[in-house]
């Protein structure tokens, strides 16, 4: 049997939008409204923050506080990796905003160096800029562009100095890595949020997504199998889910919410038919913002699909 590790990390350095790092103590309190003793029962660690450069001028125009997100993202990476020096381990990352995913997949890297990792992101949003290509900045929006080693140079429009260019190097070679998975390994679930410069990389490397049309003709069982399925060459599969790839009815509490989204129940579902497979290694939660909410419901939306997803890891497995 599974033993649930909780790692949190309370950093939202990454967006654009204030209030992120709340995001982990929003979920405590929709636990506690609910009676339930989950974080008394789980093995937590907290890993330092770097949110103290929110108060500092910003530096690097095309990666914001990139300094810091480096450092979160390598503390995160050995915390990720140390998980796993117990064979019955499963680590949950609950985070504030998604560029602490890149410190994630470095760590399940840097446990299994040899290993062939899986992503199944459900999001609404990409995370495919570069600091060549971005629009605002953040670096909750270039994650899986630094786990790919992807500059997307093609369709640069930025010319970052020196500097950014060196911090940017170091954050894609995070446990000496890089890159740390193939765009042939990715699932992209509820995606509907993307600028053309993601949409090229999209679509020259043919990667997957599972648009909202598809799952509700499907359903999110079938959804669930057909994303494990392509992903059977993977040795090992990370699932990421960032709570915006819920309808924006639902997840008001996010920074970046967009209409047309899954509902509670299905993504509580996806997630569970998804940790039935034993190649699931790893579950991130990201991207909640109960500055931005009404009466925490993001929070106790988000807790109800993590404790659902827990006893299905500590049952299943």
């Given at each position: 049997m599974k033993t649930v590790k909780l790692i949190e990390v309370k950093s939202e350095i990454g967006a654009g939008t204030r209030g992120a790092s709340l995001g982990v103590d929003a979920i405590k309190i929709a636990a506690l409204d609910f009676g339930s003793s989950y974080f008394r029962k789980h093995k937590t660690v907290e890993v330092p923050n770097e949110n103290q450069q929110?108060?500092?001028?910003?530096?690097?125009?095309?990666?914001?506080?990139?300094?810091?997100v480096l450092a979160v993202c390598e503390r995160v990476s050995k915390e990720v990796a140390k998980s796993f020096s117990d064979p019955?381990?499963?680590?949950?990352?609950?985070?504030?905003?998604?560029?602490t995913a890149i410190g994630t997949v470095a760590g399940i890297k840097m446990a299994f160096p040899k290993k062939r990792i899986?992503?199944?992101?459900?999001?609404?949003?990409?995370?495919?800029?570069?600091?060549?290509?971005?629009?605002?900045?953040n670096i909750h929006g270039m994650t899986l562009a630094a786990l790919l080693a992807e500059d997307n140079m093609e369709n640069g429009m930025n010319k970052p100095d020196e500097e950014t260019v060196e911090y940017w190097?170091?954050?894609?070679?995070?446990?000496?890595?890089?890159?740390k998975i193939n765009h042939s390994d990715i699932v992209f679930i509820a995606l509907r949020d993307m600028e053309s410069q993601e949409d090229h990389i999209i679509k020259k490397n043919k990667i997957r997504v599972i648009n909202l049309a598809e799952i509700?003709?499907?359903?999110?069982?079938?959804?669930?199998?057909?994303?494990l399925n392509y992903l059977d060459q993977c040795d090992l599969i990370y699932i990421s889910f960032d709570v915006d790839s819920m309808d924006s009815s639902i997840s008001k509490g996010t920074g970046t919410p967009v209409p047309s989204g899954l509902t509670e129940k299905e993504a509580g579902n996806l997630?569970?038919?998804?940790?039935?497979?034993?190649?699931?290694c790893c579950f991130e939660m990201v991207e909640i913002n109960p500055t931005l909410?009404?009466?925490?419901?993001?929070?106790?939306?988000?807790?109800?699909?993590?404790?659902?997803?827990?006893?299905?890891?500590?049952?299943d497995f």
């Open positions: 929110l108060m500092e001028p910003i530096v690097h125009e095309y990666a914001k506080r990139i300094k810091g019955d381990c499963f680590p949950i990352v609950l985070a504030g905003d998604h560029s899986g992503v199944i992101w459900i999001d609404a949003h990409a995370d495919l800029h570069s600091p060549y290509t971005t629009l605002s900045g190097k170091k954050l894609k070679n995070i446990g000496a890595v890089s890159p509700r003709r499907k359903a999110v069982e079938r959804v669930a199998f057909e994303s997630i569970y038919y998804l940790l039935r497979s034993r190649k699931i909410d009404r009466e925490n419901l993001m929070a106790e939306n988000a807790f109800e699909i993590l404790y659902k997803a827990t006893n299905q890891i500590t049952n």
